[in-house]
C-alpha cells in the first residue's frame, strides 16, 4: 500500500520546478494544518507534551515557508534570548531538515546543494538549506548568526548564504576551553551582536526583557532535569520524536514559554506514566532519524515494551546554571560549557554519567552523514562505553537525505543491537 506522505512528497517535488510560489504556499498550508490538529484535535495516541510542542513547531515551520523575511538563521548551539525577547524567529537548518524531510520532499534541495559545489560528503542539513535558499523557498533572512561549536559544516554554507543573501553574518568564536575565561570571552561576542541584530532588524533590546527569557529558560531546563531524574524509571510512547522536540527546547526555543510549558508536561507526563517494563532502555547520541518508519518502528511504537529510547546527548549538552541577572555570561555559559565543546572525552564521559542517571542498558552512536565531530569519536566512545559495562553500536545514517538513510541494513544493524542487549542479565 503507498505511503500517503511519500505520495504527498512527490505531488509537492512535481510542484517545484516550474510553481515554486504553489509549492512554497501548499507546504506552508501543509505545516498550518498541522499545528491545527494537534493543537486543537491532538490523538491520544500521543503524549500531551509532544502534541503541544509539535502544535507550536509546525506553526513556527509554516512561518518559515511562508515567509521567512523577518527571521534570523541560526545554527542549533546559537543562544536565541537575545531574539526571543525581541520577537525575531530564528531558524536552525536542523530544525527545517527535519520538518522537510518528514513531508518527503527535500531530495531537489539536496540535489541543488550538489549542484551548487557542495561535496557529496557535506553535512546533509546544510545541504537542504542551501538548497531552500537556492530554489527561493526560504526567503531572503534579516541576517545570519551562528557559533564556531561543534559544527564545522555551518562555517561553509552559512557563509555562502550570507554571500547570497548579502545579510550581516556573526560568527560566535567558541575557545577549546571550558574555564571562566572562555565564558567572558564569549559573552562579551554576545554583547557585540546586539547593535548588529538591532540594526539588522530595526528593533531595539529590551534588557530587561532579555533578563524575563534567561528566567524564562532557567524555569524550563529545571523541569526537564526532574523529568530526567524520573525518566529511567517509567515507559513512555513515541521516545524519538519527543527526543527531537526535547532538543529544540533546549536550543532553539529555550527562553520562549512555549518551550517552559513542553518541559513542564513533559515532567507531568513523567508523573503520570507507568513503571517501565521495556525489557532494554537505549541512550542515543546526536540526531535521530525519525523520517525512518522501519527505525521508528522499533524504537517509538506506542505498544513497543520491548525497547525504548530514555535520553539524547543533545537535549541535555547544555543543562547548566544560568542567571538571569548575567544573561550573557549565561548563554555563554551554555556554550561553553556544552559536552559538545572541547575534547570529544568530555562528551563521552557525560554520556557515560546521563547513562546511568536513566539506568540505560546501551547506548546507540548514530553518525550523522558528514558530521565530523561524531565520526571522529564513534569507535573510542564505543571502546570506553563497553569498558564501562554497557553495549553500544555505531550506525551510520542520515537524519534528513533518504538516499544516505542505509536502508534495511541500519535496521537489521539495530535490531541485532537489540537482540543482543537481551541476551544480556
Given at each position: 500500500m503507498p505511503n500517503p506522505i511519500d505520495s504527498f512528497g512527490r505531488f509537492l517535488m512535481k510542484q517545484l520546478p516550474n510553481h515554486p510560489e504553489r509549492f512554497r504556499k501548499i507546504l506552508a498550508t501543509t505545516y498550518r494544518l498541522l499545528g491545527f490538529q494537534a493543537g486543537h484535535l491532538p490523538s491520544k495516541k500521543h503524549m500531551p507534551a509532544r502534541e503541544y510542542l509539535q502544535a507550536a513547531t509546525a506553526r513556527w515551520m509554516a512561518g518559515m515557508v511562508g515567509d521567512a523575511s523577518e527571521s534570523a538563521v541560526v545554527n542549533i548551539f546559537m543562544p536565541c534570548e537575545i531574539f526571543h525577547a525581541?520577537?525575531?524567529?530564528?531558524?536552525?537548518?536542523?530544525?527545517?531538515?527535519?520538518?522537510?524531510?518528514?513531508?518527503?520532499?527535500?531530495?531537489?534541495?539536496?540535489?541543488?546543494?550538489?549542484?551548487?559545489?557542495?561535496?557529496?560528503?557535506?553535512c546533509s542539513y546544510h545541504k537542504l538549506l542551501m538548497g531552500l535558499a537556492e530554489t527561493g523557498i526560504y526567503k531572503k533572512p534579516r541576517l545570519i548568526a551562528n557559533t564556531t561549536l561543534a559544527?564545522?559544516?555551518?562555517?561553509?554554507?552559512?557563509?555562502?548564504?550570507?554571500?547570497?543573501?548579502?545579510?550581516p553574518h556573526v560568527i560566535i568564536d567558541v575557545p577549546y576551553a571550558t574555564d571562566e575565561a572562555a565564558v567572558h570571552y564569549v559573552a562579551d561576542q554576545l554583547r557585540d551582536m546586539v547593535p548588529v541584530v538591532e540594526e539588522a532588524c530595526g528593533k531595539k533590546l529590551d534588557e530587561e526583557r532579555l533578563r524575563a527569557t534567561?528566567?524564562?529558560?532557567?524555569?524550563?531546563?529545571?523541569?526537564?532535569?526532574?523529568y530526567l531524574d524520573k525518566r529511567g524509571s517509567i515507559?513512555?510512547?513515541?521516545?524519538?520524536?519527543?527526543?527531537?522536540?526535547?532538543?529544540?527546547?533546549?536550543?532553539?526555543?529555550?527562553?520562549?514559554?512555549?518551550?517552559?510549558?513542553?518541559?513542564?508536561?513533559?515532567?507531568e507526563d513523567a508523573a503520570s506514566a507507568l513503571a517501565i517494563t521495556t525489557e532494554k532502555k537505549i541512550l542515543w547520541m546526536h540526531v535521530l532519524p525519525n523520517w525512518?518508519?522501519?527505525?521508528?518502528?522499533?524504537?517509538?511504537?506506542?505498544?513497543?515494551?520491548?525497547?525504548?529510547?530514555?535520553?539524547?546527548?543533545?537535549?541535555y549538552d547544555a543543562l547548566v546554571k544560568m542567571?538571569?541577572?548575567?544573561?550573557?555570561?549565561?548563554?555563554?555559559?551554555?556554550?561553553?560549557?556544552?559536552?559538545?565543546?572541547?575534547?570529544?572525552?568530555?562528551?563521552?564521559?557525560?554520556?557515560?554519567?546521563?547513562?546511568?542517571?536513566m539506568?540505560?542498558?546501551?547506548?546507540l552512536i548514530f553518525c550523522q552523514w558528514g558530521c565530523k565531530q561524531t565520526q571522529g569519536i564513534a569507535l573510542t566512545a564505543q571502546k570506553i562505553f563497553e569498558e564501562n559495562g554497557l553495549p553500544a553500536l555505531v550506525?551510520?545514517?542520515?537524519?534528513?537525505?533518504?538516499?544516505?538513510?542505509?536502508?534495511?541494513?541500519?535496521?537489521?544493524?539495530?535490531?541485532?543491537?537489540?537482540?543482543?542487549?537481551?541476551?544480556?542479565?
Open positions: 525581541m520577537d525575531i524567529p530564528a531558524a536552525a537548518p536542523e530544525a527545517l531538515a527535519t520538518y522537510v524531510v518528514c513531508t518527503s520532499c527535500e531530495t531537489p534541495f539536496i540535489e541543488k546543494a550538489g549542484e551548487l559545489g557542495a561535496p557529496p560528503s557535506f559544527c564545522d559544516a555551518n562555517q561553509l554554507s552559512f557563509r555562502y548564504l550570507a554571500e547570497k543573501w548579502q545579510v534567561i528566567a524564562c529558560g532557567v524555569r524550563t531546563q529545571d523541569y526537564y532535569n526532574r515507559h513512555l510512547p513515541e521516545a524519538m520524536t519527543p527526543e527531537l522536540l526535547s532538543v529544540l527546547a533546549n536550543h532553539l526555543f529555550l527562553g520562549k514559554p512555549e518551550a517552559e510549558t513542553y518541559c513542564r508536561m513533559l515532567l525512518q518508519t522501519s527505525m521508528c518502528e522499533i524504537f517509538q511504537g506506542a505498544d513497543n515494551h520491548r525497547v525504548e529510547v530514555v535520553g539524547c546527548d543533545l537535549a542567571d538571569p541577572e548575567k544573561p550573557y555570561e549565561s548563554m555563554a555559559r551554555r556554550i561553553v560549557e556544552s559536552s559538545y565543546n572541547g575534547p570529544g572525552l568530555r562528551r563521552i564521559e557525560k554520556t557515560l554519567e546521563m547513562a546511568r542517571r539506568e540505560a542498558d546501551g547506548i550506525l551510520d545514517g542520515d537524519g534528513c537525505d533518504r538516499t544516505n538513510g542505509g536502508g534495511g541494513q541500519i535496521v537489521t544493524r539495530a535490531q541485532a543491537f537489540l537482540e543482543q542487549l537481551e541476551g544480556r542479565r
